[in-house]
């Protein structure tokens, strides 16, 4: 790396400039192999010298799922060839966003040592925090898969509409990490809310009800609960249904926000999170 590459990348009046954040995160996704490297390191650490390894992710899962399903069901009167698919996949990918709010807010923070101690680009750090959630949701993806056949669901041609979906959902995990990353190194009494706010949001999201079993002035929660579009672009493929399009707006505004906000915190503070952590 040259010296005026160097100086943009980590310091000096041009590394807080839009340029400078562009090309922190364009040379670093390139870096494919480092941060993929890292967060495999990352998942295989976190169940090392366990006898059942990664497959205690989707253990988690399906307990989960078997457990809450059958109770809720029997409770509201619904039918689990019909419920238990819909909570399988909603709560597939709440533990994506749950898992991205949680650790995405820490990232810096559970870095804070490699960060002082080398030069590392703050996008390095996000990529390999998104980059193990999705390791964790590939992990259900197969329950699913398993799950959904037992359950005779079978795919159909709107499978083809999860992909764009799943690119939306790696889109808005790379902004939201980078957000809640800078904003709770700086304050850090950000954590802590984070996890009574994710509590808050399991509850009033679409994943153990279903908006046409609730009264209509709690439909009006799904409407505006920006999660529930989230998860319609990712569950109605998955179960043979077509995407509103509502779905997709929402989606794509969040995504267009929420990278203008990561972007502007980025080149504003990129170089002062070192002094944070």
Sequence with gaps: MSQEAEIVA??????????????????????????HHSALNDLRARYRRTALGEFWIGINLTIFVLSIGFFYGA?????????????????????????LAIEGGQAFIANGALLRQRRTPLSVIVLRTVDR?????????????????LL????TSHLLLLLPALILW?????????????VCARFRDVPPAILSIVQLIFLI???????????ENLQAIAVLNPLSHFLTIVRDPLLGMDVPILAWI???GITLVGWTIAVVLLRSYRTQVVYWV
Excluded at 205 to 215: A, G, K, T
Aim: no cysteine.
């Design 152 to 155: 005779r669901v079978f795919p």
């Design 250 to 252: 929402v989606t794509l």
């Design 10 to 35: 980590y310091g000096g009046h041009h590394a807080r400039t839009f340029r400078a954040a562009f090309r922190d995160l364009y040379e670093r996704t390139r870096q494919y192999q480092y941060w």
């Design 205 to 215: 999201s679409p994943i153990l009800w279903r908006p046409e079993d609730v009264p």
């Design 170 to 182: 790696w889109l808005n995990a790379m902004w939201l990490t980078l957000t809640l990353g800078i």
């Design 75 to 99: 409770l509201l009167h619904l039918d689990p060839h019909t419920y238990l698919p819909y909570l399988l996949v909603g709560y597939a990918f709440w533990l994506l966003f749950s898992t």
């Design 133 to 149: 959630a999705f390791m964790t949701l590939a992990h259900n993806l197969v329950v699913l898969a398993i799950g959904l056949t």
